[in-house]
């Protein structure tokens, strides 16, 4: 059962998204995939939100492009924790998508990471980190997870 939902506000995202459903994949936690946008299919959000905490999504990531509010529209359908991946879609690289995403006006919390492929790993990460606070399992491959990285550093160039 897919606990972390990740949104995408088109099919074209999604190379930049991958990070955030591969890191789950590798902790083992189910994503469940879809291309939702805000703006062009704003019932298919709706919907979907109306139905994801019964469905067992606890946290949702999303990602969008240009002015992106995603995000934003998300966090005020849901209780759930909302965590905004700016993508770098547009003509301004995707400065405008951080800024749409990050300022988001008191009360409707987002929660933010970096553009691009780097931010949806994080957020990936940090989803997992939300889910272990309950879930020992999970907390113990973070753990692992982290030891591999560590020792896949070498002690000298
Ligand atoms: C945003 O507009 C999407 O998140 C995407 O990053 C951007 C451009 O979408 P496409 O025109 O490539 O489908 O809504």
Wanted: hydrophobic share 45%.
């Amino acid at each position: 059962m897919a606990r972390v939902a990740i949104l995408m506000g088109s099919p074209n995202d999604y190379e930049e998204m991958k990070p955030a459903e591969e890191v789950l994949g590798r902790l083992g936690v189910e994503s469940d995939v879809r291309v939702i946008s805000a703006h062009r299919t704003p019932d298919r959000l709706t919907r979907f939100l109306a139905g994801a905490e019964d469905a067992g999504i606890e946290v949702v990531i999303c990602g969008a492009g240009g002015a992106a509010h995603l995000a934003g529209v998300t966090a005020a359908h849901t209780l759930l924790p909302v965590l905004g991946v700016p993508i770098q879609s547009s003509p301004l690289s995707g400065l405008d998508s951080l800024l749409s995403t990050v300022q988001m006006p008191g009360g409707i919390p987002v929660a933010t990471f970096g553009i691009g492929r780097s931010g949806a790993k994080n957020a990936g990460l940090f989803a997992a980190a939300i889910i272990a606070r309950h879930d020992a399992e999970l907390r113990k491959r973070l753990e692992q997870y982290r030891a591999q990285e560590s020792s896949r550093v070498p002690e000298r160039p």
